[in-house]
Each structure stands twice: as structure tokens, then as C-alpha cells.
């Protein structure tokens, strides 16, 4: 079954629109990269799953690329608070995106058909597509989740744990897996 968010502006129609596929979205569809950290929020608290909320993410990080701003702007608005200091992103994070600008393959790496030959390019125009799999430990408890982001150039899947907060959202607890070099 197809899950498409609701349109928020024209703006989003053309730079960032998802829609989750199948009932274990297994697979997230992502229109681009974010175009502003306003319209990105808008697309995380629509995310009716938490491999959507981890797609807007995702998208964040390869919009680091083009427009390091509105990526962190994006973020900042989506992450649990233990990644944030007086609302600003924390030193932690602050470093992991440091090396993402500076290797952009690590985030384009998600996105289905960015592979290690061919330098991990963008696959082409948007849509882009990044696959998930849920297993045995998908609902960690008391709000807590856990989805595998499958990613080209590494053995194994990378995690993301996300923490529902007190408005039903998914908000990004743990990345540290998805912030790792890629091989190849």
C-alpha cells in the first residue's frame, strides 16, 4: 500500500515530497533535497513512520552537499534533543556533518543505485529511492525505534533509532551508524 504525504507547497511539490511503500516500508521515496529547513520540519511531522521521518533525514544529509544551511537548519529541527545544545546542533553532531560536507558519499551512499562504481554519484534526477528492512527489534519500547538503512558500499545495513516524542513524531535519537565512511 502507497502512502503519499500531503502537498505543503509548491515549493516542496518540486524539492522534497515522500511516500513510503508497502505495509513494512520497506522503501521510501524522496523527491529531492530539502529546500529549507521550514518545509523540512513540515515533511518530518507529517512522517508516518519511522522510516519516513528517517528518509527526511537522509535527505538533510545529502542537501548538506548543495546547501549546508538549509541542511542544518533541517536537522536541527528533527533531532532528539540529545543531539542539540541551547537548541543549536551539539559539538558531537557538529563533527559527524563536518565530515559528510567533506565526504558526500557517505550520505548519497543511501540513496538506491548510488554505488561505489560509480563514485557514489546521485542517481540521476529526482525521485530518489532509500530502501529500509525491519527486524526482530524494529519497536525497541517506551517510544523507542529502530530501522536499518540499507546502503551501497557496506557489508551490512547501517541502523537509526528514533524516539517518539510527546506529539506522536519520530524525532532522529541515534545516528552515529548512518555518519560512517563507505567503502569501495
Known sequence: MTTKFKA????????????AVSA??????????????HI?????????????AAAVFIAALVTLETDPDAARDCIERIVDGRYLNGGAINAELDRHLAR???SPAIARSYLEFA????????????????LFTR??????????YQVRVQRSGA??????????????????????????????
Not at 554505488?115 to 532509500?130: C, K, N, S
Open 40 to 52: 523540512c520540519e513540515q515533511v518530518w511531522a507529517d512522517s508516518g513512520s519511522p522510516e519516513e
Open 100 to 102: 559528510l560536507i567533506m
Open 24 to 37: 513494512a516500508a520497506d522503501s521510501v521515496i524522496i523527491g529531492g533535497t530539502v529546500p529549507d529547513g
Open 115 to 130: 554505488t561505489p562504481d560509480t563514485g557514489y554519484a546521485l542517481p540521476g534526477e529526482p525521485p530518489w529511492r532509500i
Open 135 to 144: 527486524d526482530r527489534r524494529f519497536d525497541l519500547g517506551d517510544g523507542f
Open 155 to 184: 557489508s551490512a545495513d547501517r541502523e537509526v533509532r528514533l524516539r517518539r516524542d510527546g506529539q506522536g513524531r519520530y524525532r532522529i535519537y541515534e545516528a552515529s551508524d548512518l555518519l560512517v565512511a563507505v567503502g569501495g
Open 8 to 19: 505543503l507547497a509548491g515549493a516542496m511539490i518540486a524539492a522534497l515530497c515522500f511516500s
